[in-house]
C-alpha cells in the first residue's frame, strides 16, 4: 500500500486523470482521517466545494483538499514527535504507567478518529488543522468545562463511551474534559445514546 505522502503526491498530480486523483484523496483518508473516513471526506467536501461523488472536481479545489489534509497531518505528526519525546523523558525518570493522555493517544494512533465525529454530515466547520490544533491546546492543559474545538457547553454523552459535542459534533476526548464536564454531559446525555 502506497504511503499518505506518495497519494498525496498522486492527488496533486495534475498531469494524472482526475478520477485517479480524486481516488488518491480517498486513499489519503485510509492512513488519516482525523474526523473518521466519511466525516473527514464529508468536510473536505463541503470546504473546497465539490460533492461527495463527484468523480472529476476542479482540480483547484482538489488541491486545496490535499493541502488542509497535509497540513492537519503534519499539526498531528508534531503532537505524536513531542508525546514520544515526552513518555521517554518520563520512563528515564521512573514513570513508566502512562495517564489518561497517554490512553487516548494509544486509541487513535496514526491519526484515525482523533476527533471522532459520529455522525459524518455534522463535523467543525473550522479548517482540521485548526481543529487539530485546539484539540491538542486543550490536551496540554488543565482540563476544561466546554469543547475544546468551538467552546460549546453542549455536551452529551454517547454510547457510554464519552462526549459528544453537540455543537460542531466530535466526540471530546476524556482528558480534555473536567470531572464536573463529564458528569454534567453523562446526566444529560441519555437522549442521544445511540447517535
Partial sequence: ?????????????????????????????????????????????????????????DPARLRGAVDELERAREVWLAYERAFAARRRAEKRAGLRRPGAVDDWHRRTWGGFGIAWCADPGTHPDAPLPEVLGRLIAALEREPGERCPVC?????????????????????????????????????????????
Fill in 151 to 195: 467552546g460549546s457547553g453542549a455536551l452529551r454523552w454517547r454510547e457510554d463511551v464519552a462526549p459528544l459535542c453537540a455543537s460542531c459534533g466530535i466526540t471530546v476526548p476524556l482528558p480534555a474534559l473536567s470531572p464536573a464536564a463529564v458528569r454534567r454531559a453523562r446526566g444529560e446525555g441519555r437522549a442521544l445514546v445511540g447517535v
Fill in 1 to 57: 500500500m502506497a504511503g499518505f505522502r506518495s497519494l498525496a503526491r498522486q492527488a496533486r498530480d495534475p498531469r494524472a486523470d482526475l478520477a485517479l486523483r480524486r481516488w488518491s484523496l480517498r486513499k489519503c483518508l485510509e492512513i488519516f482521517a482525523p474526523y473518521g473516513h466519511r466525516a473527514t471526506w464529508d468536510h473536505l467536501c463541503a470546504h473546497w466545494g465539490f460533492g461527495p461523488e463527484d468523480r472529476a472536481p
